[in-house]
């Protein structure tokens, strides 16, 4: 049996993948990390399945991130699905709603056997607009992480030194990230500094 499509289970420290055939029959399955020896495996396996060609296309939940760009880099054709749908495939599989990461990347291999055509392949973008794209995703986890530690900062304060947050909120909006916050919680860190 040939393969026909490969799906990849997008997650924050690893991947699943799963390449299937044409009667969508899964041929492999694997767990790869989230870094660059897991780039360098799903490389082997997909060259392992399609040694002639090189056109085992991949199908996954974003658009995004270094694994996206490394396949993009290899010469790869990378659909991107939107979760939404690959939920909706879902069903075609099994009735029940619980998700499996192994599952979903055979989902994800399939869309490319039966519907491959109702969806568009990822554009071969410029190097510079990769690495837009890059600079991009790394802004907004940084706006991320901001928001999560602030919002930790705010709570352990709120529990600590209430007076603290009191202080900084504004019509309901803390500013605890503000600069004129650090510096006075620099100076007045414990409740029983803050009166000197």
């Not at 490394?70 to 619980?98: C, E, H, K, M």
């Not at 109702?118 to 995703?137: G, K, M």
């Not at 309901?172 to 029983?192: F, N």
Request: glycine share 6%; net charge negative.
């Amino acid at each position: 049996m040939s393969a026909v499509g490969c799906g990849i289970d997008w997650a924050q420290d690893h991947h699943d993948v799963a390449v299937v055939d044409e009667h969508g029959a899964v041929i492999c399955a694997e767990r790869i990390g989230n870094d660059a020896a897991g780039l360098a495996r799903l490389l082997e396996l997909l060259a392992e399945h399609d040694p002639d060609t090189g056109r085992l296309e991949v199908a996954i939940e974003t658009s995004r991130g270094l694994l996206v760009a490394g396949l993009l880099a290899a010469g790869r054709t990378v659909f991107a699905i939107n979760p939404l749908a690959v939920s909706r495939y879902r069903d075609r599989y099994r009735s029940s709603q619980a998700k499996s990461d192994a599952f979903d990347a055979m989902v994800l291999a399939n869309i490319l056997r039966t519907d491959r055509d109702a969806h568009r392949p990822l554009p071969d973008d410029s190097d510079q607009v990769r690495a837009l794209q890059v600079l991009c995703r790394a802004q907004q986890d940084a706006i991320w992480d901001k928001i999560t530690l602030t919002n930790r900062i705010r709570a352990l304060l709120k529990t600590f030194f209430p007076a603290a947050v009191l202080a900084f909120e504004r019509g309901g909006k803390h500013r605890l990230e503000s600069p004129s916050c650090r510096v006075i919680l620099a100076a007045a860190s414990t409740p029983s500094q803050a009166p000197h």
